[in-house]
């Protein structure tokens, strides 16, 4: 089937109502197809090659300080092998293997909630910027609706925008679990997700990116239009990046993520040996925890402030927030007991050791 996409014919396949967009020329003007993910191998190969060698869009966050799971030091490290590759887990590949199922599950979705008709289609290459080669974009799909849809661009204001018929627009397939269902409040995205898309959009010149997020059973979505502000700012980041920390092989200082930690101290093997460090870090360390001491000893005595106001109920409120108390039961091992009486049990049912760390500073004598 031959169809035509902002003026490009391009050929579709397959044989389930989600169809393959095969042109590598869709977004010919910005960007450059690298691979066809189809062909890659089982690992795939082709694409870690090409994440060493170029950034893509679940880093760019990371590297503009937007995640909490990485970082610019984290991507660094990645990038020049010192410290191991990620290959996936069970949340990843949970996300991939939901991927066509979402892109035709949303058409239905979208028509009883909307009463248009959305076509969604894989774009299953990945492409470089033709500008900024090392910039790389991976998206989930392509979208196209048959009449304008509205949406709110501005929750706040109630003000409302429209992506127009038959223009084409991004996909990008979230799959959250409970855990991370806090990120997402009042329709806002989390960060992250919104550089990744912003990023996609300089690479395929799209104006829009359709976010399509599975939380707690609830399919939803919400549009994401281009910001060419912040399109700007990325590019410009992830080029410093590149430019003056990969090529250079000039690490970027930490930023305070626990992520961080670990990979530092995976680089280094522990000895005997004393060096000066000449400025205030241990002191400031010190001031910090008391910091943290006295703000823990204060929100104590506001929860137990609040729990004599709460009497025997479960639930307050002061108007802005809400409170909740609600009680459960957790049973524990007593290890000590275990280890001495059933030893042969204990060394069965340990997962084996682990490296600790301790960090302590005290005053010189």
Not at 66 to 87: P, R
Not at 350 to 357: N, P, Q, S, Y
Request: glycine share 8%; hydrophobic share 35%; net charge negative.
């Amino acid at each position: 089937m031959i169809i035509n996409l902002d003026g490009i014919e391009t050929l579709l396949t397959g044989e389930g109502p989600v169809k393959v967009i095969e042109s590598k020329e869709l977004f010919k003007q910005t960007a450059t197809v690298v691979f066809d993910a189809r062909e890659d191998t089982e690992d795939r190969e082709q694409w870690h090659n090409q994440r060493s060698t170029t950034i893509g869009g679940s880093e760019i966050g990371a590297i503009a300080g937007f995640s909490k799971y990485g970082s610019a030091l984290t991507v660094f490290n990645d990038k020049l092998g010192l410290s191991e590759k990620f290959k996936g887990n069970i949340h990843t590949e949970f996300g991939i293997m939901m991927e066509p199922i979402i892109r035709e599950w949303v058409m239905k979705k979208f028509k009883e909630d909307t009463g248009i008709n959305l076509t969604t289609y894989e774009y299953p290459f990945m492409m470089k910027d033709k500008e900024i080669t090392y910039l790389s974009a991976n998206i989930d799909g392509i979208g196209v609706v048959e009449e304008d849809y509205m949406y709110k661009e501005n929750i706040d204001t109630g003000e409302v925008a429209y992506i127009p018929k038959g223009e084409m627009f991004g996909l990008e397939i979230k799959t959250a679990g409970a855990f991370s269902t806090k990120e997402w409040v009042d329709e806002e995205i989390p960060s992250s997700y919104y550089t990744q898309m912003q990023f996609y959009m300089g690479i395929t010149g799209l104006k829009y990116f359709l976010i399509i997020f599975l939380i707690e059973k609830q399919l939803r979505w919400k549009v994401v239009p281009r910001h060419e502000e912040d399109i700007k700012a990325l590019r410009q980041i992830g080029k410093d990046f590149w430019e003056n920390n990969i090529l250079k092989e000039i690490p970027p200082d930490p930023t305070g993520l626990e992520c961080e930690t670990k990979e530092i101290l995976a680089k280094q093997s522990i000895t005997n040996g004393e060096v000066n460090i000449n400025n205030d870090k241990l002191t400031r360390y010190l001031e910090i925890g008391e910091e943290e001491k006295a703000l823990k000893k204060e929100k104590e005595k506001i929860k137990q402030e609040v729990y004599l106001e709460m009497g025997n109920a479960n639930k307050a409120t002061d108007g802005l927030y809400k409170a909740s108390r609600n009680v459960s039961f957790r049973e524990s091992v007593d290890n000590k007991l275990l280890k001495e009486k059933w030893p042969q049990t204990y060394a069965a049912i340990l997962k084996g050791k682990t490296e600790i760390v301790t960090f302590r500073v005290s005053q010189c004598k």
